[in-house]
Every structure is written in C-alpha cells, then in structure tokens.
C-alpha cells in the first residue's frame, strides 16, 4: 500500500492556486511601476532587470541541477520574482556586474541553501540588497535624477529621504504630487507610489495577499510620524505633510505590498501578521530619524524576518471545536 500523506515545507497554502499563478500575478502587479521606471529613467532599467532575473534563474538551476541534484523548479518563476524585486530596489544606473552579484547573493546564499522555496527564513531579494549597500555603498547610493528624457550617469542626486536626512531641503519644499506619481529620486522600483498601489489593488483583487502586512506597516509609519511631527513641528501643516512624505518616500509602499508579504518569510495568522507589520513599521520609522541610514525598510523587513518563528509559534488560531 502506497503511502499517501506527504509533508511539505512552507507556505501551506489550501486553495487550488498554484505557486506559479501567485508568482506571475506578482509579476504582473509590479509591471505599472516596471513601465514608470522606464519611462523615468530610460531603457536600461530593462538592461539590469533583465540581467537580475537571468542571472537569478540561471543559477537556481545551476544549484538544483548539479548541486542540489533534485527537480528543477525555476518553472514555478519564484526566481524570476526575486530577480525582479532585486533589480527594484536598486538605482538605475548600477553597473550590471554588480547585479549579478547580487542575484549570487539572493539564490546563492539567501535561498538555496535553506532548501529553497519555502525554506529561507529571509527574504533573498532584501538580503541580497541590504548586502550591496554594506559591500557597494558608493554605487548603491548614487541614484540619477529622475527625467523624461533618460538620464546621465554623471548627473546624480539625493533622494528625498537623503536629501531631508542631510538637511539640504526642508519638508515643504518636496512635490509630494509628483513623489505620488514618479517625479523622486531613488532606487527605481520605488519612485511611483500611485504604480504600486495600482499593483496593492491587483493582488488584493486577485486574493494573492491580504491587507493585514501592508495596512499596518504603513499605518504605524504615519501614526509613528504624525506624533514625531507633533512634538519637533509648530506649523500645523508639518502635521500632515510629514507623515505623507515619510508613506509617499523610500521603499515604503515597495516594502510593504511587494516585500514584507512573502509568503515564506510573513505569519501565517492575521493577528500575527498585524504584530509583523506594527514591528517593521516602528523599526522602519526608528531607522529614518534616528539611524545612520536615510532609509530602513530593508532592514527592518529582514528583522522582523527573523521573529517570524516565535510569532508563528505563539500566536497560533484556536483548534477547531477548542473552547
């Protein structure tokens, strides 16, 4: 007699969705702000995204074919979204050698080695990020002002966020329409809020994520804010200025929607989703006024990564038929 019960590791999704149509609507999700990108920046935000997700599927076969030697599962486009989110969170003008390491980076040592899909316990394409900017950080903090006419390598400048950290320009004076729409510097997949809430919207449409992660991280940076802008600001609009500007800046709207709600390396609970959020939110918010770094979504996200276990394990539903 066969046996017929299996284990699996994570995600444990019950549905008759498989992974590749979740990673595809993915895909599809980003692709309003791919398109801004392009048009901002010029055709080489297609150059190094193509190279990170070439570069990422070759080496998950690679690794499953002659090291792992089990099936090859580059199919499922798991690696094609990471490749794609790596490439989002980098300037558009990074040398494409240093794409390649990043995507080494992200299957070579954030993914395959755990066991692949289901088993990393931090995000790859954040890990491999947050590794470029300690190991590049000249290449990865040299952003290109954002155009409609492509851009200049030569011709770089600050993001908003670092440009209010270094206290170059005040608050009042950033385009918060034009930070909504894709007029901000920084790295490409993030510059077009309105891009990626269209994106939040097809995947809440689609059922590929809920609202929990994104809604609280964000809610908790405004929240986080409106109080900072409370106690340093006497002018009534900074109230409200500076939490728009710390939600519309960064990677916050990236993060939240497209990063955080990884299946693998999210809760499996809402209420434990709600705790996660809350956290990267404060961490995220702590980062930006206070760190050493303008922008803290990535760490924050990979912090909270880590506490995803002991959320698992102590926030846990109510057995069916318990009391």
Known sequence: ????FFVSPAPHVHSDYSTTRLMGDVVIALLPALMVSVRVFGWSVLAITAVSIASCVLLEFLVQKYIVKGPVTICNLSAVVTGLLLAMNLPANIPLWIVVVGAVVAIGVAKMPFGGLGKNLFNPALA??????IAYPVQMTSFPKPTLEGFA??????TPLGAAKAGLVNFAE?????????AMGGSFGEISALALLLGFAYLLIRKVITW??????LATMALFATIFAGVRFEEPSMHILFPIFHLLAG???LGAVFMATDYVTSPMTPKGMIIYGIGIGAITMCIRLW???????SFAILIMNSTVPLINKYVKPKRFGAK
């Open 1 to 4: 007699m066969s046996n017929r």
């Open 174 to 182: 950033f385009d918060v329409a034009g930070m909504f729409t894709g």
């Open 251 to 253: 990677g916050a709207i």
């Open 153 to 158: 390598d030569v011709y770089s400048g600050a």
């Open 212 to 217: 929990h992660i994104p809604v609280a991280i």
């Open 128 to 133: 491999a990020r947050v590794f470029l900017l």
């Open 291 to 297: 760190g050493a770094y303008p922008e803290g979504m």
